[in-house]
């Protein structure tokens, strides 16, 4: 539905580099191609926390469930999929805590914290799959 990169300090510690580059899709869409991942409660700046899905072999973080959209929606992280050049990042979020020698982009969408208006952000096509998950998993538009 979008891709997000965000820069928030909490995502660049838990990527270890300068933010998480996030694909967030409906959950019946993620199809796991090996071992189910382990689930590991992880807390959040919201204080909400999140669910981090853990391969459970090598234990790379492979998607997360963040507490607004509960398990109806997961953050696939870009890098563990199959061909992650085709998730380039929609929009870049907490810019405010970025590292101050990344650039973003001439023309990309950027917010210093996270945006309000999603129709401004996210494609027409987008805003119909999340209004019908959210419906789905019962959740406020």
């Given at each position: 539905?979008?891709?997000?990169?965000?820069?928030?300090?909490?995502?660049?510690?838990?990527?270890?580099?300068?933010?998480?580059?996030?694909?967030?899709?409906?959950?019946?869409?993620?199809?796991?191609?090996?071992a189910?991942?382990?689930?590991?409660?992880t807390?959040?700046?919201?204080?909400?926390?999140?669910?981090?899905?853990?391969?459970?072999?090598?234990?790379?973080?492979?998607?997360?469930?963040?507490?607004?959209?509960?398990?109806?929606?997961r953050?696939?992280?870009?890098?563990?999929?199959?061909?992650?050049?085709?998730?380039?990042?929609?929009?870049?979020?907490f810019?405010?805590?970025?590292?101050?020698?990344?650039?973003?982009?001439?023309?990309?969408?950027?917010f210093?914290e996270?945006?309000?208006?999603?129709?401004?952000?996210?494609?027409?096509?987008?805003?119909?799959?999340?209004?019908?998950?959210?419906?789905?998993?019962?959740?406020?538009?």
């Open positions: 539905m979008i891709v997000h990169a965000c820069h928030c300090r909490w995502c660049q510690r838990e990527t270890g580099t300068t933010h998480a580059l996030n694909a967030q899709y409906e959950a019946e869409r993620v199809v796991h191609t090996a189910e991942p382990e689930i590991v409660d807390p959040s700046a919201s204080g909400k926390g999140q669910k981090i899905a853990r391969c459970p072999i090598c234990k790379v973080a492979v998607w997360s469930n963040y507490a607004g959209s509960g398990p109806a929606a953050f696939v992280r870009v890098g563990t999929m199959d061909d992650p050049n085709v998730c380039p990042p929609d929009v870049h979020i810019t405010a805590s970025k590292q101050a020698w990344v650039t973003i982009p001439p023309g990309a969408k950027a210093a996270f945006y309000k208006d999603l129709p401004a952000v996210w494609s027409a096509e987008a805003l119909e799959r999340r209004r019908n998950m959210r419906a789905k998993a019962g959740l406020a538009p």
